[in-house]
């Protein structure tokens, strides 16, 4: 009976890298999920053609948190900041791996949709979205990650300047830039 392995050696943690995280970072990893899992979907959403992928992508990033939730240092920043930049090369990896097409059908954007009162104020709404999706795909990924940080996510510049790594006066500019752009492509599809 000594050679057979003990109910006591099969609920001991393993050394290194598969041992579990200490015992308040699961609660974090779900607070934090709690607290930003809507507007990293948000973000996500805004750069995929499918609430099915945005669902997926999300869920690949929190379980990223989770799994890595006892590395965060707070000394290093906010975990917004941390969990934006885990759903920043989430996405990345997630778009590289699947190469997406920049235009995304509004049929799709199902969940981004409005609850407008009549079906004409509707129809009306969803060609504005499509003209406005339309446009943001043919701008570059920089002014794409900037504008869907701030609208997409709802962030405020202070809090995309800190996921971006920039000052907050570089975000505004280049959000500002990048919506003169925006604006530029849809006036030029109106015309």
Same mark, same amino acid.
């Given at each position: ?16 890298? &598969? ?25 996500? /959403?805004?750069? &995929? ?32 900041? %941390?969990?934006? @930049?885990?759903?920043?090369?989430? &996405? ?29 104020? @509707?129809?009306? %709404? ?5 003209? $406005? ?30 996921? &971006?790594? $920039? ?6 500019? /280049?959000? %500002? ?5 925006? @604006? ?8």
């Amino acid at each position: 009976m000594a050679d057979q392995p003990q109910l006591s050696d099969l609920t001991t943690p393993l050394p290194g890298p &598969l041992s579990s995280p200490p015992e308040d970072a699961p609660g974090r990893a779900h607070d934090w999920y709690e607290t930003y899992g809507q507007a990293v979907y948000s973000y996500v /959403r805004f750069h &995929l053609p499918s609430a099915d992928a945005a669902e997926d992508v999300t869920s690949d990033t929190f379980l990223k948190v989770f799994r890595a939730a006892d590395q965060y240092d707070a000394a290093k920043g906010q975990p917004r900041t %941390w969990i934006f @930049r885990i759903a920043q090369n989430t &996405l990345r990896d997630h778009l590289r791996r699947s190469r997406v097409r920049r235009h995304v059908s509004l049929g799709t954007m199902r969940d981004l949709a409005t609850d407008a009162p009549s079906p004409e104020e @509707r129809l009306l %709404w969803e060609e504005q979205v499509a003209r $406005l999706l339309d446009s943001v795909s043919e701008l570059g990924e920089s002014d794409r990650e900037v504008i869907s940080l701030r609208y997409g996510s709802g962030m405020d510049t202070a809090a995309v300047a800190e996921v &971006l790594g $920039l000052r907050e006066s570089a975000v505004r500019t /280049r959000l %500002w830039r990048a919506l003169s752009r925006l @604006r530029a492509l849809m006036e030029a599809a109106e015309a």
